[in-house]
């Protein structure tokens, strides 16, 4: 049986998504979904779990164009896990879902485009990806 790395989410943006450039000049954007847990806490409140994100190429350029703070999001793509040493010397692992698919599920209320909540982008696999 063959490895599998699929994640599916679906919450909302925890705030404007900004485009930045990777080393090799590909748009890259950082983003949180804040996702709705099914456990509760002690005193009975469902919980949030707020997951990073990262999408490329035409994908940043959708979710910049498209998507506010608050719109809600599917997102599928894989994760990736890492690491590096901070300022301390210590060891800080990391874990984010590289987006391979974005649909905007809802808008909020920010969102100012006049596309609708079918919109999508399928970033195609390839080997320019800076990782």
């Known amino acids: 049986m063959a490895d599998m790395n699929v ?6 943006l ?3 998504v900004e485009i930045k450039k ?8 950082n983003f949180t979904v804040a996702v709705n847990s099914s456990f ?3 005193d009975g409140n469902y919980t949030v779990d707020f997951i990073n994100c990262v999408a490329f190429s035409y994908g940043a350029n959708f979710l910049n164009k498209y998507a506010k703070k608050g719109t809600k999001i599917s997102v599928v793509g894989s994760i990736t896990t890492g690491s590096y ?9 990391t874990t984010q879902v590289n987006a391979r698919e974005v649909s905007i599920v809802a808008k909020s209320e920010k969102t100012t ?7 999508i982008f399928v970033d ?4 320019d990806m800076p990782f």
């Open 124 to 127: 195609e696999p390839n080997d």
């Open 40 to 42: 509760k806490d002690k």
């Open 113 to 119: 485009s006049e596309e609708t909540a079918n919109d």
């Open 85 to 93: 040493t901070n300022k301390d010397g210590a060891t800080v692992y």
């Open 14 to 16: 925890t705030k404007d």
């Open 7 to 12: 994640v599916a989410l679906i919450g909302n």
């Open 22 to 29: 990777t080393q090799n000049g590909k748009d890259m954007a």
